[in-house]
């Protein structure tokens, strides 16, 4: 069952927890009637459980962080000048809810941008909720104060080669002729032991925390996308950057989270890519099996 740790003090991320629970409930139920599906553009989906979902969010968050901004996906832009910002993803996953793909999460990020901050650049990741309502799964982060899924403190993974390493990537519903991205999931999906692209952002960077996936890269995400999730990846000891290695940003058009074990050779990978530059051989069997051999694996 979900829980939060007992022992660690986390004053943000434990009354964003239970909102996100509640909200969690709510879309769970949501599920299990069934509701109708609408376009908000020409192909991103929204339902019922979206909007419900971020009222019910927002009025809590109101309610337990008075005078913090407030940043939601489905449209709330509450004081976001504020010196805290709540990102709120009320149901990320949505194209999976309304398919009864059973792979959905909620996402509460908090951002803090001391004195001196201009509004418009990032503040400091400072909490970072995910709950996930169809397994139970509670991913809390506070800064300085770990990581945690269901109580219990998570680590990334210690694989440290891109070959035995699983990756996870996803693709946006718009302007998919557009992008690059099955280029690198051609690449990637070659020289690893497959990425998986199960169609939550929010997600795919908690079980990269968590050490299910050795590392995640994605174009074109959202703040409300990445807060949580980024933080988690941290204080579980991963690495967020770009694609070349470069800070990380919540308005960033290039997002890799990895375990820092093989963050050189993906970012490797990716400026050879752009830079149109021959890639080292994909290793055969043979060779991957004599590498294996030499670590005494």
Wanted: negative net charge; charged residues 25%.
């Amino acid at each position: 069952m979900s829980q939060l740790p007992v022992a660690v003090d986390l004053p943000f991320a434990a009354p964003a927890a239970a909102i996100a629970l509640e909200a969690g409930a709510l879309i769970r139920e949501f599920y299990d009637r069934g509701v109708a599906t609408e376009y908000k553009t020409d192909v991103d989906l929204v339902t019922e459980a979206d909007r419900t979902s971020e009222k019910l969010i927002v009025e809590r968050l109101h309610a337990s962080f008075p005078g913090f901004g407030i940043y939601g996906e489905e449209g709330t832009r509450d004081q976001i000048d504020r010196e805290y910002r709540w990102y709120v993803d009320p149901l990320d996953g949505t194209t999976n809810f309304a398919h009864r793909f059973p792979v959905f999460c909620v996402s509460l990020g908090l951002g803090h941008r001391p004195a001196g901050v201009a509004p418009g650049q990032d503040g400091v990741l400072t909490a970072g909720v995910i709950y996930d309502p169809m397994r139970d799964e509670l991913f809390v982060a506070e800064k300085g104060k770990g990581a945690y899924l269901n109580g219990k403190k998570i680590h990334v993974s210690g694989t440290d080669d891109l070959a035995e390493s699983l990756m996870a990537t996803g693709f946006p519903s718009r302007s998919r002729h557009q992008n690059p991205n099955i280029h690198f999931y051609q690449q990637i999906t070659l020289r690893s032991h497959g990425v998986r692209r199960a169609g939550s952002a929010a997600l795919d960077l908690a079980y990269t925390a968590c050490g299910r996936f050795d590392g995640y890269w994605e174009f074109n995400l959202n703040p409300w996308d990445t807060s949580a999730g980024a933080l988690l990846v941290l204080e579980a000891g991963g690495t967020m950057t770009d694609f070349g290695g470069g800070p990380f940003h919540l308005d960033s058009r290039e997002v890799l989270a990895t375990n820092s074990l093989i963050r050189q050779e993906v970012t490797t990978l990716f400026q050879n890519m752009f830079a149109g530059r021959e890639l080292e051989p994909i290793p055969t069997p043979q060779v991957f099996a004599a590498k294996r051999a030499e670590r005494g694996r």
